[in-house]
């Protein structure tokens, strides 16, 4: 878009443009001042032109995503390796523990749950290695509350308008068509049908702010659409008015819930007692969750790390070669900091030249990871005690930066130097042993200026872009 940064007219209309469009088109967020209400809205961040994808780094993303999806399904069922691979981080992390005290509490007293769902989002960056060849390396895959599936469906026709305005008509037709909000719909449809009642209401688990409710409404909407009700709830309401019957149903204000959706509860300030009482109610009960606990777990940044060992693939997904090669392409690499000399060498390591490496809580959300001097001011302080094995160290990745327009409410326009990052959506669903649905359901690309080491778009760093495939 060389043309177009140049000429600054055209990009102050462009940009005027572009906002009325997002607000028609519903890509929305409330305030921060009024999180809870939708009186007063603004459009969600976005970039104000799409930003170029290697097409074939694209195709790649897509055609791995079913291979993830069988591997987190894999962990999930593999209470041996996820006892092992957890061993070291919930000595010393309090919030993993309690999870994984659920998870073996549900597991002694047998699960409930029969049918299985799985919404996650595997998230890439594009690396510039030595000898500048885009390679696309994965950053992590979010096993719960994966969001902007909704407002990513709506943004590609807000660029499409742009580019039609800045006359360029032929390259707004290239943009790709993308609706995760309806995929990752079909998946909850799908486990609401194999549950088996069809009065049963599928439950939206919400955070006590909800500013990314536009989001979620969108994947609301789509089941409303096929007439399958639809509540809202917070842990609060599930710790007052949740209920098991003798066969383990969920009852909430007297209706049986078919499907527990989180888009909460992946941070440890989503819980106080009540709620860690609220979630073990939930995963007691024969609801689908989506997660359950052990999904959760297996998104969990330890496991990333102990995926990049050599031969864990294999023993996860015996016989399937072609899936496993193609998983192992795309990692970045990755270093255990647990006890012990290896441990030592890779903390002296990261020490010694911390700009090469990203340091990484167990933590979701955005905004959690160390990079640069904080990074060695904190290994420095935590080299010699057991709550180094709380992080994972990665390779940091090194992505070609290109210019464009962070388009926020209140903020002036400018241009800036960003880099992206590509998410896809998966959805699969498991009766039993059997994986009845298996599939990449959409994309999602962010944004954010180079200053910003770390965060997504709820974070209030990175803004939501639209693919241009080269």
Known sequence: WEDVLRNEAAVQEAARVAVDAALLAGVLMRTEGEPNASDVVNYAPFTLLPSAVPSALFEQAYAVQQDFNLLVDAISQNKEFLERTLASIIKVDDFTARLFRIYVQVLEEGLAQSVFLGINRSDYMF????????????IEINTIAASFGGLTSRTAAVHGQVLKVLGKSKEASRLLPNNPSKGLALGIVKAWELYGSPSAVVMFLVEEVQRNIFDQRCVENELWNRNIRVIRR???DVFEK???????????DGQEVA?????EGYVPKNYDQQNWEARLLLERSRAVKCPDIATQLAGTKKVQQELSQPGTLEKLLPGRAEAVARIRATFAGLYSLDMGEEGDKIAAMAIADPDRFVLKPQREGGGNNLYGEELRQVLEKIRDSPERTSYILMDKIKPQPAMN??????SPLQVSECISELGIFG??????KEMVMNKAAGHLLRTKAIEHADGGVA??????????LV
């Open 127 to 138: 690396d510039c290695g030595v000898d500048g060849t885009p390679a696309l390396k994965q």
């Open 242 to 252: 949740g209920s098991l019957d003798d066969a383990r149903r969920l009852y909430m």
């Open 459 to 468: 974070a209030g760093v990175a803004v939501l872009d639209t693919p241009y």
């Open 259 to 263: 499907v527990v959706y989180y888009r």
């Open 234 to 236: 917070r842990f609060r």
């Open 427 to 432: 959805v699969y669903v498991r009766q039993g």
């Open 405 to 410: 327009y962070l388009l926020r409410a209140h």
